[in-house]
C-alpha cells in the first residue's frame, strides 16, 4: 500500500496537478503591463530630425555680410549757377519782400584761364549729375546750356515743383584780394523772415557737402556762411545750399578747378555730402 501511494505523489508531482495555479511562463513575465502601455503610448515619439537638432551641439549663427541701405527714390536739383545770357529785371528778395534784387547775375570769371564761372559751373554740374544717377538718384537741372537766361525765382521754382530733397546750387567765388583761396557754402540764417523751419535741414546740408568736398579734395575749409542776401535760397521750399567750389581770382586755384582730375575730386565730394544729407 505505501508503494501504491508513493508511486501516485510522483505522478502527481511530475505533472505538477499538486499546484492549483497557472505559473508565468518567462515571456508572459517579460510583457509590459497595460497601465504602462498606456502610459508609454500617450507621448508622442520624436521624430528623427527633432532627435538631432537636440543632440546636436549648439552654435552661433554666423554673422551676415553687412549691406547698405537700399537708396529710396530722392529728387536732387542741381543749379548750374549764372548764365551766359543775364535773366533781365529785378525780383523781390524773398517771398513777401519790398527789397528787390537783380533776377540774376552775371559772375565772376577766372583771373589765370579766362574761362566765366556759367561755364565752369554748368560743367561740374553735367558731371555731378551723371555720379548722382549712377547712384540711384533722380537729377533735374536748371539750366542745360549757357544760352539759357533763368532767374533765382525760377531756379528755386525747379526744386520746389519736384519737391525735392535737396536743391544744390553750383558756384565759383572771387575776392578782390587774389591770395584768398577755399570752398564754402551759404544757407539761409535761423532768423530767416522768409523760410526759418528750413534752417536746421539747410544748415545740415552745408555742413554735409562741405565736409565731404574738402575731405575729397585737400582744399581749406572756408566755413559755412549764413545769410538771408541770396534770392534762390530764399525762394526755395525745401533745403537749399551754394557751393562756392573755390576762388577763380586765385591764380593758382582758378586753374586748379578746371584740371580733370580736381574735378573729379569736386564731383566725388559733393555727391558723397549728398548722400550723408539723405542718410546713405
Same mark, same amino acid.
Given at each position: 500500500m505505501k508503494k501504491i501511494i508513493y508511486l501516485i505523489c510522483l505522478i502527481l508531482l511530475f505533472t505538477g496537478c499538486s499546484f492549483p495555479h497557472k505559473e508565468e511562463t518567462p515571456d508572459e513575465q517579460k510583457e509590459p503591463s497595460p497601465s504602462h502601455n498606456a502610459r508609454e503610448d500617450s507621448i508622442e515619439p520624436e521624430s528623427e530630425s527633432e532627435l538631432e537638432i537636440q543632440t546636436e551641439p549648439q552654435t552661433e549663427a554666423p554673422e551676415q555680410a553687412e549691406t547698405k541701405p537700399q537708396k529710396k527714390p530722392?529728387?536732387?536739383?542741381?543749379?548750374?549757377?549764372?548764365?551766359?545770357?543775364? #535773366?533781365? +529785371? @529785378?525780383?523781390?528778395?524773398?517771398? *513777401?519782400?519790398? !527789397? &528787390?534784387?537783380?533776377?540774376? #547775375?552775371? +559772375? @565772376?570769371?577766372?583771373?589765370?584761364? *579766362?574761362?566765366? !564761372? &556759367?561755364?565752369?559751373?554748368?560743367?561740374?554740374?553735367?558731371?555731378?549729375?551723371?555720379?548722382?544717377?549712377?547712384?540711384?538718384y533722380t537729377v533735374l537741372l536748371?539750366?542745360?546750356?549757357?544760352?539759357?537766361?533763368?532767374?533765382?525765382?525760377?531756379?528755386?521754382?525747379?526744386?520746389?515743383?519736384?519737391?525735392?530733397?535737396?536743391?544744390v546750387r553750383i558756384h565759383a567765388n572771387g575776392s578782390e584780394d587774389q591770395s584768398v583761396t577755399g570752398a564754402m557754402t551759404i544757407c539761409t540764417t535761423p532768423q530767416s523772415p522768409y523760410v526759418p523751419e528750413l534752417y536746421t535741414a539747410s544748415r545740415q546740408l552745408s555742413d554735409c557737402i562741405l565736409n565731404s568736398f574738402c575731405a575729397a579734395t585737400g582744399c581749406t575749409n572756408s566755413t559755412v556762411w549764413e545769410t538771408d542776401s541770396?534770392?534762390?535760397?530764399?525762394?526755395?521750399?525745401?533745403?537749399a545750399t551754394i557751393v562756392e567750389?573755390?576762388?577763380?581770382?586765385?591764380?593758382?586755384?582758378?586753374?586748379?578747378?578746371?584740371?580733370?582730375?580736381?574735378?573729379?575730386?569736386?564731383?566725388?565730394?559733393i555727391a558723397n555730402g549728398i548722400d550723408s544729407f539723405c542718410g546713405y
Open positions: 530722392q529728387t536732387i536739383v542741381l543749379d548750374p549757377g549764372h548764365s551766359a545770357v543775364i #535773366a533781365p +529785371g @529785378t525780383e523781390p528778395l524773398g517771398p *513777401g519782400s519790398q !527789397e &528787390y534784387k537783380s533776377a540774376d #547775375a552775371g +559772375g @565772376t570769371c577766372g583771373v589765370s584761364t *579766362g574761362i566765366p !564761372e &556759367y561755364e565752369l559751373t554748368l560743367n561740374i554740374s553735367l558731371q555731378l549729375k551723371q555720379e548722382l544717377e549712377n547712384r540711384g536748371t539750366r542745360e546750356s549757357n544760352d539759357v537766361p533763368v532767374s533765382c525765382i525760377q531756379r528755386a521754382d525747379v526744386a520746389n515743383n519736384a519737391k525735392a530733397a535737396a536743391f541770396m534770392s534762390g535760397n530764399n525762394w526755395s521750399q525745401v533745403p567750389m573755390g576762388y577763380m581770382s586765385n591764380p593758382q586755384e582758378d586753374v586748379l578747378l578746371q584740371t580733370p582730375d580736381y574735378q573729379q575730386k569736386i564731383v566725388q565730394g
